[in-house]
């Protein structure tokens, strides 16, 4: 799963590595915010990670207010804290705490381990990640639970990501129906999963209009 999303609260500090670099190396979409206060604004503005790395060592701190306060923000929320060994180790509200010196790849794996599992009814493509039983589709960072016609909608233009899906088939699908002179209706669910799945929803970049024809979904 390391296209899990990741809040990175790391400053600059020429004593300390930072990880950004590496962790996006791997697949990961990382959110990197440059204090404390700045990372729970981020949450407060909608932004929904999978874990969050408080990287103290870069900070100058031990980190146990900032791990307090995304709790705060978020209760389920993993937390992954990265102290200097000269930091007495305080009782904190990170799951892992690891202390510096330590290689990339031990970072990466107590990563994989806090990540939450995924329903075993899923689907995927690309950045979109589609939970077929709890109906959340997740995109960079934003979760949107989706009604069960758009589920509907989202899951087969999954299933035939690539391809262009007739706007007729495509009605008759979600909706059931034998009659499908009128899809107006389908056009604006096409606008409601836009505002989930896209960066910016008038410049689709993956749930694209095929003129006269239908609607594809590219990765």
């Known amino acids: 799963m390391d296209d899990a999303i990741l809040l990175v609260i790391e400053g600059k500090h020429a004593d300390y590595p930072g990880f950004t670099p590496a962790l996006r ?12 206060s700045d990372a729970v604004k981020r949450i407060e503005a909608g932004f929904s990670p999978d874990v969050a790395v408080v990287n103290a060592a870069t900070l100058r701190t031990t980190g146990k207010r900032i791990c307090q306060s995304l709790h705060e923000k ?21 799951e892992v705490v690891l202390i510096l010196p330590f290689t990339a790849q031990k970072l990466l794996n ?18 979109i990640r589609l939970d077929l039983e709890k109906r959340i589709v997740r ?39 034998d009659y499908t002179d009128d899809t107006r209706t389908l056009d604006v669910h096409i606008s409601w999963l836009r505002q989930a799945i896209e960066t910016d ?14 609607y594809r979904l590219d990765e």
């Open 201 to 214: 929803p008038n410049k689709p970049a993956h749930l694209k209009t095929v003129r006269g024809v239908g």
């Open 139 to 177: 995109y960079q960072g934003k979760r949107t639970r989706l009604t069960p016609r758009l589920l509907r909608l989202l899951s087969i233009l999954i299933e035939h990501r690539g391809e262009v899906v007739e706007r007729k088939s495509l009605f008759s699908q979600v909706w059931e129906t």
């Open 25 to 36: 190396k791997k697949g990961f979409t990382v959110e990197l915010a440059s204090s404390g």
């Open 74 to 94: 978020c209760e389920t929320l993993p937390i992954l804290l990265i102290l200097d060994p000269d930091r007495e180790v305080e009782k904190t509200d990170a």
């Open 110 to 127: 107590r990563i994989r381990h806090l990540l939450p599992g995924e329903s075993k009814n899923s689907l995927h493509a690309g950045p």
